[in-house]
C-alpha cells in the first residue's frame, strides 16, 4: 500500500462447516488454484450492511477441528438480498486459502494489538480492530507466505509440516485447563500466578524456564533451570524462600523443602487455590527471590538454557496471558445482581429485591467471558480500549433465553445460553417484546 493512501476496512467472516456442508466443499483444490494465482468468487450470508466493495475480508472456521482464520480476500459486491430466499448477503472474492492444520487459531491472536479485536463474533461482518490490522497482515504472511494479491507478495505457501509443533486450537486448551481446575475464579487465580512468575524468571535470564502442561496428571508446571517453582493440579504448590513459622510463613498450609540448587531456607506453599489468594501477595517477593536463586548455579553465574524449553508449551501460556489480560473476575463486574454460589450453576429462581429480579450467577459470567471475551459481539466494543484499564472486564451478559419466560429453575450452559454484549446493544436487544435476536441487532449495527 503507497504511503498516505487511506486503507479499506477489514472485516471477519465465519464459516461453520457443521451448519454448512457445501461451502469450500473441495478444499485440497482451492488451496491449489488460489496457490496458482487464481481466485474464489462467493456470496457470503451477512446481514451487517458496513462491509463495502473494496474492504479486505477475512474467513475464520468455526464449530469443528481446524478452527481458526484460514482464507483472505476482498468485498466485490455490498450487502443484498437474494432473490432466492431472501438472505442478505455480500460477495467476496478470496485470493489465497491455508492448507488444513495451518489456520491462524484463537491462542494465536490473543496478543497485542490483535486482542483488541473480538475473534468470536456472533455472526459475519464484524470489522476487524483498526490497530489489529497491521499485525495480522504480518502474522498472516509470517504463517503462509502466500501468493497475496492484495499485498503483492508472490512467496511459497508454507506447509503444516513447517508450522511450529504444539499449537493447539484455544477451546482444546481451555477444556485441559478446565479439568486441572475446574473453578474459573481459581483457574483465574493460577494462571495470574503462572503469568507473573514466567514473566519474572523470563526478565532475569530468558529462555531458562519451562512451563509444562501434564494432562494425564491433570497438572501444569513451571521450572526455572532445574527447580520447579510452581505447580499447579489439586491445589497449588507455590515455592518460596524463607522459614517456617516466620511471617508470612505460618500455618498449616507450609512445608519446608530442600532443594540442593537453593541455597537459601526455603519453604513452600502447599494447599487449595481459595486459600492461596488469600496470602499470594504477601508471598510474591520471597517466591521472586526463590525464582533468582534457581536460576543461579552454585557459583552464582546464572544458568543458560533449561531442559524444560523441550516441552515447554507456548499455548498454555498464551492462553494464560490472554485470560488474564481481560481481567475477568468478580471484582470487575458490579452490576451484578446478588445471587448463590451453586457449583452446578443453577439460574432462575425470583429474588425479591426492592423489585422481582433474577439472580445473576457469576461463576456462569466468568465461564462464559472465558470463552468467549469481554467485547461485545455484535458491535465489537471493548471498554478497555476506550476507557482505559480501569474499565477492564465491563460487559453486560446476555441470557439467550430470557430469564423472565422461566418459572422454574434450571441448569445453565454458560457456552451456549450466555453472550458478552455492551450495555448500548443490551438496551436494544431489550427495547421490544419480544427482545431481538442478537442477528438481529447485528443488521442493525450501521
Not at 464459516?15 to 488451496?31: A, C, G, I, Q
Request: aromatic content about 8%; charged content about 25%; glycine content about 8%.
Amino acid at each position: 500500500m503507497k504511503a498516505g493512501a487511506m486503507r479499506k476496512a477489514v472485516y471477519l467472516f465465519l464459516w461453520n462447516p457443521k451448519w454448512d456442508t457445501e461451502s469450500f466443499s473441495d478444499y485440497e483444490s482451492l488451496v491449489a488454484e488460489t496457490n496458482a494465482g487464481n481466485s474464489y468468487d462467493t456470496p457470503w450470508i451477512c446481514r451487517s450492511k458496513r462491509p463495502q466493495p473494496g474492504d479486505e475480508a477475512y474467513m475464520k472456521r468455526t464449530g469443528g477441528k481446524n478452527n481458526g482464520l484460514f482464507a483472505r480476500g476482498e468485498v466485490v459486491g455490498g450487502c443484498y438480498t437474494r432473490e432466492s430466499d431472501g438472505t442478505q448477503c455480500v460477495s467476496l472474492r478470496l485470493h489465497t486459502f491455508l492448507p488444513l492444520g495451518n489456520e491462524i487459531s484463537h491462542v494465536d491472536l490473543q496478543h497485542s494489538p490483535l486482542d483488541r479485536t473480538n475473534w468470536k463474533p456472533q455472526a459475519s461482518g464484524m470489522r476487524v480492530h483498526p490497530e489489529s490490522v497491521d499485525a495480522l497482515d504480518r502474522l498472516w504472511i509470517s504463517r503462509c507466505g502466500e501468493n497475496d494479491k492484495a499485498n503483492g507478495n508472490t512467496q511459497t505457501i508454507v506447509r503444516p509440516s513447517d508450522r511450529a509443533q504444539g499449537t493447539q486450537d484455544v477451546d482444546k486448551v481451555f477444556e485441559r485447563i478446565s479439568k486441572i481446575v475446574p473453578d474459573p475464579f481459581e483457574r483465574l487465580t493460577a494462571l495470574r500466578q503462572l503469568v507473573a512468575s514466567a514473566a519474572y524468571a523470563e526478565e532475569i535470564a530468558p529462555a531458562t524456564w519451562g512451563v509444562t502442561l501434564y494432562p494425564k496428571e491433570n497438572l501444569f508446571r513451571l521450572n526455572v533451570g532445574p527447580v520447579e517453582v510452581l505447580v499447579v493440579g489439586n491445589g497449588i504448590r507455590l515455592n518460596c524462600v524463607g522459614s517456617i513459622s516466620e511471617s508470612p510463613f505460618i500455618g498449616p498450609n507450609f512445608q519446608g523443602t530442600t532443594y540442593r540448587s537453593v541455597s537459601d531456607p526455603q519453604c513452600a506453599f502447599v494447599g487449595s487455590l481459595d486459600a492461596f489468594a488469600a496470602v499470594a501477595a504477601d508471598l510474591q517477593p520471597h517466591h521472586r527471590r526463590f525464582i533468582e536463586l534457581a536460576l543461579q548455579k552454585k557459583d552464582g553465574t546464572p544458568f543458560r538454557g533449561s531442559s524444560y524449553r523441550k516441552s515447554h508449551s507456548e499455548d498454555l501460556l498464551a492462553y494464560a496471558r490472554a485470560l488474564v489480560a481481560k481481567q475477568i473476575s468478580v471484582e470487575s463486574t458490579p452490576w451484578l445482581f446478588p445471587g448463590d454460589e451453586d457449583v452446578a450453576l443453577t439460574e432462575g429462581a425470583r429474588l425479591t429485591v426492592r423489585v422481582n429480579a433474577y439472580e445473576r450467577n457469576p461463576k456462569a459470567r466468568a465461564r462464559c467471558l472465558e470463552h468467549y471475551g469481554v467485547s461485545c459481539v455484535i458491535c465489537g466494543f471493548t471498554a478497555e480500549n476506550v476507557y482505559g484499564r480501569e474499565a477492564a472486564g465491563f460487559i453486560h451478559v446476555h441470557h439467550l433465553r430470557p430469564l423472565s419466560e422461566i418459572g422454574a429453575r434450571y441448569v445453565v450452559d454458560p457456552i451456549v445460553d450466555l453472550r458478552p454484549v455492551c450495555p448500548n446493544c443490551h438496551a436494544v436487544i431489550h427495547s421490544r417484546k419480544p427482545a431481538y435476536s442478537l442477528e438481529e441487532v447485528v443488521a442493525m449495527v450501521k
